[in-house]
């Protein structure tokens, strides 16, 4: 994909923080109209089984950015942008554990990596706010719940997990309203996959999430599920990969691309 770049420094800026260690939080509400997106970083080798896995899997594993064997830039998002760098902090994974969770990557970077940006669903939620739908977890300044399912990813090789999805909890009428403004933005994962009845998804404790922070239900409230760009790291955990190189969930790369950019 090679979307319109636009001429605002503001996706920079917050890289350029990132890259200084001066973030090292979540990038919610960061540069508002740029898109923003998830990082898995594998070895060469494995890198056409797991385009084939995010080719199987849309909804959670949407690719908006591939790079070259060993190259730590992607143009096509961003002129000044290193993958090694530019996310306020990064997991490094080996065996299908974390091993580390530093600000930069540079001392694990290898020539025969790979790195794939996921679109994300922080990329949606201009559209929700502009709409008068503002998500929970952006009034309150804190990262968006995500949990683990009990859904299965169409396996393609070596590459299984469940499905993590992100949460946000919507009256009902505007959780009708969200479905129709997020199907229109399929490479950020598009419209949600579950409403309500968190346990039939195996979501057996809404105020515990596996990633992120949790946020208050108020009463009528509904909890609305996203697929999530961090699907990839339960693929990581449960596949018992040798290594990968993954963001921290919720610090996010942002990029030069607009969000409308995306809309169908």
């Known amino acids: ?119 994300c669903s922080f990329s949606f939620e201009e559209a929700l706010i502009a709409d008068g739908i503002i998500p929970r977890h952006i009034a309150c300044g804190s990262n968006v719940p995500m949990f683990r399912t009990n859904v299965p990813t169409n396996a393609t090789g070596r590459f299984h997990g469940p499905l993590v999805v992100s949460m946000r909890p919507l009256k009902p009428v505007d959780a009708i309203r969200a479905v129709q403004i997020t199907s229109r933005f399929p490479s950020v994962h598009g419209a949600p996959v579950h409403i309500g009845l968190p346990e039939e998804i195996g979501i057996l404790d809404i105020s515990k999430p596996d990633y992120g922070d949790p946020v208050s239900m108020n009463r009528g409230e509904l909890p609305t599920f ?33 969000n409308s950019s995306l809309s169908t």
Not at 34 to 54: D, S, Y
Not at 91 to 106: F, H, L, M, S, Y
Not at 249 to 254: D, E, H, I, R
């Open 226 to 258: 996203w697929a999530c760009g961090v699907t990839p790291q339960s693929v990581v955990q449960a596949a018992k990969l040798d290594f990968a190189i993954t963001h921290w969930p919720g610090c996010m790369l942002v990029t030069d691309v607009r």
């Open 1 to 119: 994909m090679r979307a319109n770049l636009d001429q605002s420094k503001e996706a920079l800026k917050v890289r350029v923080a990132a890259r200084n260690a001066a973030l090292v939080n979540p990038t919610a509400g960061l540069a508002p109209g740029f898109v923003q997106g998830n990082l898995i970083v594998l070895p060469a080798e494995e890198a056409a089984e797991f385009q084939r896995f995010c080719l199987r899997n849309p909804k959670p594993c949407p690719i908006i950015g591939m790079s070259d064997p060993g190259n730590p830039n992607l143009p096509e998002l961003g002129e000044d942008l290193d993958i090694r760098t530019d996310i306020p902090r990064y997991r490094v994974w080996k065996n299908g554990e974390i091993v580390e969770e530093p600000t930069d990557v540079k001392s694990w970077w290898r020539d025969d990596l790979v790195a794939f940006v996921i679109g």
